[in-house]
């Protein structure tokens, strides 16, 4: 599988009264990722909101964007759970709404050993019908794919990737070293994405992607044409604000707000991810406001 630059793992429009996908929203959310030229969705992820979600939800997220985006970028679904057998189901609904590949996050809550999580993947590798990214954010599960872990799991045939949000930047470094050099590695931590491009990372998926997608795509493309001027003026002026002001709260929260505030109403959160303060979405706002009078309006309304 060949996939490098700037992905989006999307927020999960919801309508107001229902609680269910708001499908209209996120149809129009996609149109607009992709005329901004993103070089791929990952709809499922956890910015979507995936845990909060039914099975049912989670494959009309990935029908509907597979739909919109109609090949013209690649669609990654995430397909989670702490249960093989579900994760197997996921992909093959996956499968079936036309995603090109599967994100797979290491299991959560029951905490196990390396021999476990390999078992897990493997298990999963050996059914899936679609190509499968690992999915390594140990703040999260309180699982850590070691490095020695995923070097064996690359071997697999249906493996071909990982999305890296370890914050761990000679972590990330080591799984791009010690891995086949078709082996994908994505990072997931968007400031540290001018580090790992020079470390040799085949792209971002990109939190702040969801309101100034065109931004994202810049960064990975300027890195790509050695444009090192840009790419700093992009990590300074784009990155390091907006993750400093999403810093202290949900990050589902804050981008739904944010993708809000840009001119696309996705709705609120959904439980158990609290609504913001008005010092929170005061910052918020201020710091989008500060990033917007650099780079191009993000989604349609703005």
């Known amino acids: 599988m060949q996939l490098s630059g700037a992905i989006v793992p999307m927020a999960t429009p919801i309508t107001d009264r229902s609680r269910e996908v708001d499908v209209e929203t996120l149809g129009t959310f996609t149109d607009s990722l992709v005329d901004a030229g993103v070089h791929g969705l990952f709809p499922g992820s956890s910015i979507g909101e995936f845990p909060s979600l039914t099975r049912d939800q989670n494959r009309v997220v990935v029908e509907t964007v597979a739909d919109?985006?109609?090949?013209?970028?690649?669609?990654?679904?995430?397909?989670?759970?702490?249960?093989?057998?579900?994760?197997?189901?996921?992909?093959?609904?996956?499968?079936?709404?036309?995603?090109?590949?599967?994100?797979?996050?290491?299991?959560?809550?029951?905490?196990?050993?390396?021999?476990?999580?390999?078992?897990?993947?493997?298990?999963?590798?050996?059914?899936?019908?679609?190509?499968?990214?690992?999915?390594?954010?140990?703040?999260?599960?309180?699982?850590?794919?070691?490095?020695?872990?995923?070097?064996?799991?690359?071997?697999?045939?249906?493996?071909?990737?990982?999305?890296?949000?370890?914050?761990?930047?000679?972590?990330?470094?080591?799984?791009?070293?010690?891995?086949?050099?078709?082996?994908?590695?994505?990072?997931?931590?968007?400031?540290?994405?001018?580090?790992?491009?020079?470390?040799?990372?085949?792209?971002?998926?990109?939190?702040?992607?969801?309101?100034?997608?065109?931004?994202?795509?810049?960064l990975y493309q300027a890195h790509d044409e050695n444009e090192r001027g840009e790419v700093s003026d992009l990590m300074r002026e784009v990155v390091a604000p907006l993750i400093g002001a999403m810093e202290d709260v949900p990050t589902a929260t804050a981008i739904k707000h944010l993708i809000g505030y840009g001119g696309l109403d996705v709705g609120d959160p959904l439980s158990p991810l609290p609504p913001l303060t008005d010092t929170e979405r005061n910052r918020l706002e201020r710091t989008f406001d500060g990033v917007a009078e650099r780079v191009e309006a993000p989604v349609p309304g703005r």
């Open 68 to 218: 919109a985006a109609a090949d013209r970028t690649t669609v990654l679904a995430g397909c989670c759970d702490t249960n093989h057998e579900n994760v197997v189901e996921h992909i093959d609904a996956a499968a079936d709404c036309g995603a090109d590949a599967a994100v797979v996050v290491t299991p959560y809550y029951l905490r196990t050993t390396q021999a476990g999580l390999e078992q897990f993947f493997a298990q999963i590798a050996d059914r899936a019908e679609l190509p499968i990214l690992l999915y390594n954010i140990p703040a999260l599960t309180g699982n850590r794919l070691a490095v020695e872990t995923v070097q064996r799991l690359a071997d697999h045939p249906r493996i071909v990737g990982l999305k890296d949000t370890s914050d761990d930047l000679t972590y990330h470094h080591r799984i791009i070293a010690e891995t086949p050099a078709e082996f994908l590695v994505f990072q997931g931590s968007t400031q540290l994405a001018a580090a790992s491009l020079d470390l040799g990372a085949d792209g971002l998926i990109a939190g702040p992607g969801n309101f100034f997608p065109g931004a994202m795509r810049r």
